[in-house]
């Protein structure tokens, strides 16, 4: 009988060979899809910043906010969604968070500053730092939210740039426009000083920049409000130098201190309070430069007068039927008067609810009648009214008393009156 024999020695290599390649097809599968993430994030992150840079590029042909004029309408706006990868470390508008390269966001010391808002750099784990480059024109900086309205953030007297590190979310740029400079200011703040280079480090001071903040507050002698005093150069620009003395003075009020000497970044504050009504101007000098000046409102202090009692009855005889209380104003002024306080309604079965009617008299003199219609604590705008120097006399009654027998009483509580 014939055998062959030859192929007892070769199926085994040919299986051998045939499950080497099969393995190396899947190893490389696995690496492939292994490495797929990464540079699909990469491309996720560029194709966004794309749109985002030519976004923000168009918007600066439109309307920009006067930052110096509270009533200004909004800017020209953009908003831009973003999908943020989970590798992603960090996704910066304006200036470089991480400039010394240690991984650490929080750890940049207020001397060290990058660039000056015409950059966008992200970083994904894994990967080295990129930077998506804008026009020089622009100048992108972190907003803060101070009474209602967006305004530059500013740390150690620096602008700050805008770090996402991590979540998809909405992010809106506003135009706004300070002192000569366009400004494409975020609607979201972080928590991170990631410090914009002023970009005039070679240019000299040639005057003196000077704000109040707030630039209205209560003539208490207690209230402050924060004089800052700036270099700048002949544009306006914030110019950094050492060791400068600048004297202050205020037409009204009272400085914490009559000179400072400016800081690293050319800036330098003092504390102000005043116990004097009406229009500061606080002045600003330093041989050799232009003087800056700022204004500043001293407000009346709010006057609180508390009661924190009820008023049952409307006839003038009956004892709970007012409330009155003698006080001093210090200054001729304009007040605005608020009622603070609650009721109770009573009404007859053939007529529509009705709360209680609270009168207000000062001096004699009726400034209004109002229902105050909430069972619980509201505020009752009763006007304006204009008083000299001096003793005054208030008086808060209930025009519309009604008592049902079957239970109903309607009264009128008083927490304060209170003049602002």
Do not use: C
């Not at 914490?256 to 500061?280: C, D």
């Not at 209680?356 to 008299?361: H, L, M, Q, R």
């Amino acid at each position: 009988m014939w055998k062959d024999e030859n192929g007892i020695d070769t199926i085994p290599l040919k299986l051998v060979v045939y499950l080497a390649l099969v393995g190396i097809i899947i190893a490389l599968a696995a690496i492939g899809l292994k490495n797929a993430g990464p540079p699909m994030d990469g491309a996720l992150m560029e194709r966004q910043l794309g749109e985002v840079k030519s976004g923000i590029e168009l918007m600066q042909s439109g309307y920009a906010r006067d930052l110096s004029d509270p009533y200004t309408a909004t800017g020209n706006t953009r908003s831009f969604d973003l999908v943020l990868p989970e590798r992603l470390e960090y996704l910066s508008f304006g200036a470089d968070p991480d400039p010394d390269n240690n991984g650490i966001l929080t750890d940049t010391p207020p001397g060290l500053v990058t660039d000056n808002g015409d950059v966008i750099y992200y970083k994904l784990r894994g990967d080295g730092k990129r930077l998506v480059k804008l026009k020089d024109s622009i100048h992108i900086r972190e907003g803060e939210l101070v009474d209602g309205r967006w305004s530059p953030s500013v740390v150690d007297g620096l602008g700050q740039a805008f770090v996402l590190t991590g979540g998809s979310q909405s992010v809106t740029f506003e135009l706004v426009y300070d002192r000569g400079t366009t400004y494409t200011l975020s609607h979201l703040s972080d928590n991170l000083d990631v410090y914009i280079n002023p970009d005039n480090d070679g240019g000299l001071p040639h005057g003196l920049f000077v704000s109040v903040n707030p630039d209205s507050f209560p003539a208490d002698d207690v209230t402050e409000g924060s004089v800052t005093v700036q270099l700048v150069d002949s544009q306006g620009r914030w110019v950094q130098e050492m060791g400068r003395t600048v004297n202050l003075t205020s037409s009204r009020g009272n400085l914490s201190a009559a000179q400072v000497v400016t800081n690293a970044h050319g800036s330098g504050s003092v504390m102000l309070t005043s116990g004097e009504l009406g229009l500061g101007v606080v002045t600003a000098q330093s041989p050799g430069l232009h003087n800056g000046t700022s204004e500043v409102a001293f407000t009346p202090p709010p006057l609180v007068i508390e009661f924190n009692e009820w008023i049952n009855s409307s006839k003038k005889t009956d004892p709970d039927s007012e409330l009155a209380a003698r006080f001093w104003i210090e200054h001729n002024t304009s007040y605005s008067v608020t009622l603070t306080g609650w009721a109770t309604e009573a009404h007859w079965l053939t007529r529509p609810e009705e709360w209680a009617i609270g009168k207000i008299e000062i001096d004699g003199v009726v400034l209004d009648e109002i229902e105050v219609a909430g069972g619980s604590r509201i505020d009752v705008p009763f006007g304006d009214v204009l008083l000299s120097e001096g003793k005054h006399t208030l008086r808060v009654t209930m025009t519309n008393d009604l008592n049902i027998l079957w239970g109903e009483d309607r009264n009128l509580y008083v927490e304060q009156v209170e003049f602002s």
